[in-house]
């Protein structure tokens, strides 16, 4: 199986627009890997991408995406959904339909039922925008899956966490999971063990973030996301040979030279990058 991070980001794309920081005046000048687009993943050999943020049809450029014949969402959230646009994009062609001839091709969403309900639900006063790229322009075939589904010789499981979903890739021996936003609490499931890969996000990085912000104890964002030591405490109770973090938040207040430095600080966990490949 090969994956690619097509964006590493948090909701706040990096560079934050107007935002002086050291790591976003750095981000503007330096490109990637220190500019983080939205959070979304790419499965080649299913040509299956996980979430459409805003900025989803630069990052696919950027990674240089050849084909996409299925999406995956997570959950309903802005920053992994309003980039929907790139169905048309991909598959609308006006000057066919100008001739009669509709999208001939549309691509499969899958999601979890809950997940799919919400989807369903963004729409403007026409109605659902799903509903005008399946019914009315065919860009789009929905699928609601809330066990597993079988692509060629990959099975997906998908495991609800929440409002959320946790996503397993399983091929043969190997085994990745991609759990990117909103799995805390993290289901309790066996299939997590002995994983080769985890890449997680929903994580707050260290203890003091942008501008010399310290997390207090009492902070509510402990409640709501992930820290480090817990990510930890995951990786030991399922046995996972490697973790990747993603989702990184600009308010984290990190570079990709300051992530580097941190892989220093653990073993086997290190922090994702536009562009960044997995090869199972």
């Known amino acids: 199986m ?9 909701c706040v794309t990096l560079p934050k627009p107007l935002c002086c920081c050291r790591v976003c005046m750095e981000a503007r000048k330096k490109g990637n890997p220190y500019a983080r687009f939205g959070c979304s993943l790419y499965l080649e050999e299913a040509k299956l991408l996980i979430d459409t943020p805003e900025d989803i049809s ?11 014949d299925r999406v995956l969402y997570s959950h309903m959230d802005p920053d992994h959904t ?40 963004i729409r403007s006063k026409h109605g659902s925008y ?26 997906i499981t998908l495991i609800k966490a ?8 399983e091929e043969g021996e190997k085994k990745l999971i991609y759990a990117p936003c909103d799995v805390k609490p993290f289901p309790v499931n066996g299939i997590f063990k ?22 207090e104890e009492d902070n ?12 930890v405490e995951l990786k030991n109770k399922y046995n996972i040979k490697k973790v990747i ?11 990709y030279d300051d992530y580097l430095e941190l892989e220093n600080h653990y073993e086997d966990i290190s922090f994702a990058y536009d562009g960044m490949v997995i090869e199972l």
């Open 2 to 10: 090969n994956f690619k991070i097509i964006g590493s980001g948090g």
């Open 58 to 68: 630069q990052s696919l450029n950027y990674g240089e995406i050849k084909e996409i």
């Open 82 to 121: 309003l980039g929907m646009r790139v169905f048309e994009q991909l598959r609308l062609n006006w000057l066919n339909i100008s001739q009669g001839i509709e999208c001939e091709n549309p691509i499969e969403v899958i999601a979890m039922d809950h997940v799919m309900e919400d989807l369903n639900s």
């Open 130 to 155: 799903f509903d005008y790229y399946e019914k009315i322009r065919n860009l789009i075939k929905r699928h609601v899956v809330n066990d597993s589904i079988q692509i060629g010789e990959i099975k």
């Open 162 to 169: 929440e409002s959320a979903t946790v996503f397993v890739f």
């Open 194 to 215: 002995d994983a080769d890969v985890m890449i997680i996000g929903n994580t707050v990085i260290g203890d003091v973030l942008k501008g010399d912000f310290k997390l």
């Open 220 to 231: 509510p964002l402990r409640e709501e996301l992930f820290v480090m030591d817990e990510i």
């Open 245 to 255: 973090m993603t989702h990184l938040e600009e308010d984290w207040g990190k570079s």
